[in-house]
């Protein structure tokens, strides 16, 4: 208890201990508030893409039997009957995907359509089927995120019904929110889209030159997924319109199953993926980390990148801890002299600088985490906070999609970089607390 004293009164006496705590506290809640911020951005990401995507993902393909002889890909319907009475699977859809290209909708003096396309606007086309869909994955979900009634679909249960005053003879696409925004398009608007047809015969015109397959269509809502990606280059139509537009009537280029919760995705799909080759059905099977592994891994690597730098910070600070010690011992030597001449063991000296930088880390450490704590459950007041003094807002909207800036701290992490930091401390006192344990007793007495 007489070192713990003797440790705290040397601490508070000299103001150069409270930059260290200062430096403790500031690299502590930085570390803190990025890594919880980008925790919360993957965990939202992974509910974005899952939600997305489905549990597992089936894509069929064509077998080429010779040179001049191809088996088409097996449609959906005998996909769907080959995975009848898997108790695992809860619900199958199918899903037509296409490139494409979004352009106005105008119509000529005689009454032909005007594609008018932006060079650089690839989107991608998806069909599909409403009725099945809300099983497997959250679109029905993401047509109702929209507070705007203005932009959001008219009837939710029903997203590909014609919107009010829209012409009835046209089809209806959902845009996503981000692509309806660059294109500043609304619910309402007639938009044109232009795509080619799968290679084969009639492929292409009389010409020679690549036939090009174009439609009118009327927007019927946006769409929030989540997703940065899908909101920004998808769009949606309804199955069987899909289907005809592309003319591959009873397509679908995946098949997306979703399964009872808690079934190990991995071991599942392997199961599955035998069941279909003893099925002579061929298709790939894939779970959702594997089709979107490489975007999440990005970035789960840029989380862990900022968290390493930022814990350098904390390194920093402890070396400055060190730099406090040493000089701690310097000024204390006639001390360190007097506690040696009343029988001090020299690992009671040397506890005594080590508890010095316990307790400058711990003090530091605490405030740190305390401060990042409450900065990263109210960071979406810090965010307004600094767009009225500075009129930059850090988070935008438009840009992360997300309303609220989404932060997650994991209570091991917390547990991780307080362990940490102490060790840390520790450490740095290692060279300043042996240095005083081997001062000689005369020597310091006789110190001026």
């Known amino acids: 208890m007489d070192r713990l004293f003797l440790a705290a009164r040397y601490v508070w006496s000299r103001p150069l201990s409270w930059v260290s705590v200062l430096g403790i506290w500031l690299s502590v809640t930085a570390l803190l508030v990025v890594v919880g ?25 064509s077998i080429q039997i010779d040179e001049r002889r191809t088996l088409p890909p097996p449609p959906f319907s005998r996909i769907a009957e080959t995975a009848r009475g898997i108790d695992e699977i809860v619900g199958i859809c199918p899903h037509l995907l296409r490139p494409g290209l979004l352009g106005s909708g105008a119509l000529d003096a005689e009454g032909k359509l005007l594609v008018r396309v932006e060079e650089t606007s690839p989107v991608q086309i998806v069909g599909l089927d409403p009725a099945r869909e809300g099983s497997v994955t959250d679109f029905l979900e993401y047509v109702r995120r929209l507070d705007d009634p203005a932009a959001r679909v008219d009837d939710p249960s029903r997203p ?47 010409g020679g030159s690549p036939r090009v ?25 309804d199955l069987d319109v899909a289907r005809a537009f592309v003319e591959l009537p009873g397509a679908s280029t995946e098949v997306c199953v979703r399964v009872r919760d808690g079934v190990d995705l991995r071991p599942f799909g392997e199961r599955l993926q035998a069941h279909y080759r003893e099925s002579n059905v061929p298709v790939y099977v894939e779970t959702w980390r594997d089709r979107h592994g490489r975007y ?46 009343m029988g001090e063991s020299t690992a009671g000296i040397s506890s005594i600088f080590v508890t010095c930088a316990v307790l400058i880390t711990g003090v530091g450490a605490v405030l740190g985490t305390v401060t990042g704590l409450v900065l990263a459950n109210h960071m979406d007041a810090v965010n307004d906070g600094v767009e009225a003094l500075f009129g930059v807002r850090i988070f935008r909207p438009d840009i992360y999609v997300f309303q609220e800036i989404p932060v997650d701290i994991e209570p091991w992490f917390v547990s991780t970089v307080l362990a940490a930091t102490l060790v840390l401390a520790v450490l740095s006192a290692l060279i300043p607390a042996v240095r005083a344990a081997r001062l000689d007793a005369v020597t310091a007495l006789r110190y001026e």
């Open 37 to 61: 911020i980008w925790t919360g951005f993957l965990r939202e990401m992974r509910g974005a893409v899952r939600g997305t995507t489905a549990d597992l993902i089936l894509t069929p393909w």
């Open 160 to 206: 590909f019904a014609p919107p009010a005053g829209a012409p009835a003879d046209l089809p209806v696409v959902l845009l996503g929110e981000g692509l309806a925004s660059e294109r500043e398009l609304s619910k309402g608007d007639l938009v044109a889209l232009v795509t080619v047809p799968d290679e084969g015969p009639g492929a292409e015109s009389a």
């Open 213 to 237: 397959l174009s439609g009118r269509f009327v927007v019927g809502g946006l769409v929030r997924t989540g997703h940065y990606q899908h909101d920004q280059t998808q769009l949606y139509l």
């Open 296 to 341: 999440m891994s990005s970035i789960e690597n840029q989380r862990s990148i900022l968290g390493y730098l930022l814990f350098f910070f904390v390194v920093v600070a402890c070396f400055n801890v060190f730099a406090t010690l040493t000089l701690l011992v310097s000024d204390k030597t006639r001390d360190i002299g007097v506690l040696n001449a």
